[in-house]
């Protein structure tokens, strides 16, 4: 599926494929919620890096959290330098891919028939807990990466 993104102020804009569409995995780490800026939460999907193309990554800016452990993550977090709106996330260990944030993403995404709520360990008492039905809650990371997750439900694109 080609997916379409951009940032508030237009000044950034990028596409990408995926195999992964469906927006499933709700993260209460504390950088995604003080970078995400939503709900108390962030929610990647998963895009081929080698499809990314961006129009005005000059307006970009990266940035490498603190790690509860106190090191730098290898996660680098794009943002648009102007209006500050989180784009994506790309890691060297994963080159092959990218992590765009569904909240930047124009093209209609696909409702997942369930979330993941993960790294709940961290999520603030003023959120809600997410009990609805079918919801799976992880203390911190699941057991199964995104491919799987879409492999298992049966809703991975295949080439």
């Not at 469906?22 to 080698?50: D, E, H, Q």
């Not at 129009?55 to 330098?81: D, K």
């Not at 709106?85 to 260990?93: D, E, K, R, V």
């Amino acid at each position: 599926m080609k997916l379409e993104g951009s940032c508030h102020c237009q000044a950034v804009r990028f596409s990408l494929e995926s195999k992964t569409p469906y927006p499933f995995m709700v993260c209460y780490c504390s950088i995604c919620r003080k970078t995400g800026g939503g709900g108390g939460y962030a929610i990647n999907i998963m895009g081929l890096a080698a499809t990314l193309r961006v129009e005005g990554m000059e307006h970009t800016g990266t940035y490498r959290a603190l790690t509860e452990a106190g090191g730098q993550s290898l996660n680098h977090r794009h943002f648009c330098a102007s209006c500050a709106s989180a784009l994506w996330i790309s890691n060297p260990s994963y080159a092959q891919w990218v992590y765009p944030f569904a909240s930047a993403i124009d093209t209609p995404l696909p409702s997942p028939p369930r979330r993941e709520r993960i790294m709940e360990n961290y999520r603030p008492q003023w959120t809600r807990s997410g009990d609805e039905s079918g919801d799976g809650h992880f203390p911190e990371y699941p057991p199964m990466g995104i491919e799987d997750w879409h492999r298992q439900n049966g809703l991975l694109e295949e080439d």
